[in-house]
């Protein structure tokens, strides 16, 4: 089946490449220039992925992506200019599930679509938050008082350790190195080293531990790096 991929950008030039390198790989391409035409669009059809350019003429992209967060949890990918870290843990929180800075090269962009199209190989427009939020799952994430439950239990996190988790939380079985746990949960990754995230895994184990004795949901995948093993 082919899957449909809408791209949201009102830069043309960038558009154009954006489009052409997804249809060489035989996606279905949307094209919309603004953020509200991009939400209409949203609500009358189905997509399997959004390219999200953060600054769009009218709204931002962050702001797309939480009034689409309300009804819908179909993955995700901001395409920005500003490679500021805030931006990223910002876009994390409001529930981007990747992030491109520009320049990007397209073919890495359409790796990034496929490798998140695996992770997510249902229709992401039935799979709602509550199918990732059930109560049966171990973990919880109370975002709006930015507190993760283990086991019904509020951890007690550093902010590094909460987005260390939240990372997790968000590719759930996906094996993450720890350039890209630097990357996706350090505000400034630049300023530490891969055995800071060995430290932190180390005492989010702990925290976890000391809520729920013998509980470790982290996999450690020697010389690959760390999963959340998937509930
Ligand atoms: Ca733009």
């Given at each position: 089946?082919?899957?449909?991929?809408?791209?949201?950008?009102?830069?043309?030039?960038?558009?154009?490449?954006?489009?052409?390198?997804?249809?060489?790989?035989?996606?279905?391409?949307?094209?919309?220039?603004?953020?509200?035409?991009?939400?209409?669009?949203?609500?009358?059809?189905?997509?399997?992925?959004?390219?999200?350019?953060?600054?769009?003429?009218?709204?931002?992209?962050?702001?797309?992506?939480?009034?689409?967060?309300?009804?819908?949890?179909?993955?995700?990918?901001?395409?920005?200019?500003?490679?500021?870290?805030?931006?990223?843990?910002?876009?994390?929180?409001?529930?981007?599930?990747?992030?491109?800075?520009?320049?990007?090269?397209?073919?890495?962009?359409?790796?990034?679509?496929?490798?998140?199209?695996?992770?997510?190989?249902?229709?992401?427009?039935?799979?709602?938050?509550?199918?990732?939020?059930?109560?049966?799952d171990p973990l919880h994430?109370?975002?709006?008082?930015?507190v993760i439950h283990c086991h019904g239990k509020a951890l007690d996190l550093s902010?590094n350790e909460y987005?260390l988790l939240?990372?997790f939380m968000?590719?759930?079985?996906?094996?993450?190195?720890?350039?890209?746990?630097?990357?996706?949960?350090?505000?400034?990754?630049?300023?530490?080293?891969?055995?800071?995230?060995d430290a932190h895994i180390k005492s989010l184990r702990a925290k976890i531990r000391d809520a729920v004795p013998d509980f470790d949901p982290i996999e450690t995948?020697?010389?690959?790096?760390y999963a959340l093993k998937?509930a």
């Amino acid at each position: 089946m082919q899957r449909r991929v809408l791209v949201v950008e009102d830069e043309p030039s960038i558009a154009e490449t954006i489009l052409y390198a997804l249809r060489t790989e035989l996606f279905d391409a949307v094209h919309h220039e603004t953020g509200n035409d991009a939400l209409a669009a949203l609500t009358m059809e189905s997509f399997d992925c959004v390219i999200l350019d953060v600054g769009l003429p009218d709204i931002s992209g962050f702001d797309v992506c939480q009034r689409l967060r309300q009804h819908s949890q179909v993955p995700v990918i901001f395409l920005t200019a500003r490679d500021g870290e805030i931006d990223r843990v910002l876009g994390l929180e409001i529930g981007g599930d990747d992030y491109v800075p520009k320049p990007f090269s397209p073919r890495e962009l359409v790796a990034r679509v496929r490798a998140i199209l695996r992770r997510a190989p249902a229709s992401p427009k039935t799979e709602t938050l509550t199918t990732k939020l059930a109560p049966s799952d171990p973990l919880h994430h109370d975002e709006r008082r930015k507190v993760i439950h283990c086991h019904g239990k509020a951890l007690d996190l550093s902010r590094n350790e909460y987005t260390l988790l939240l990372t997790f939380m968000k590719h759930p079985g996906r094996v993450l190195s720890r350039e890209e746990l630097l990357d996706l949960a350090w505000p400034d990754p630049g300023s530490v080293t891969d055995r800071t995230v060995d430290a932190h895994i180390k005492s989010l184990r702990a925290k976890i531990r000391d809520a729920v004795p013998d509980f470790d949901p982290i996999e450690t995948r020697r010389g690959l790096g760390y999963a959340l093993k998937e509930a």
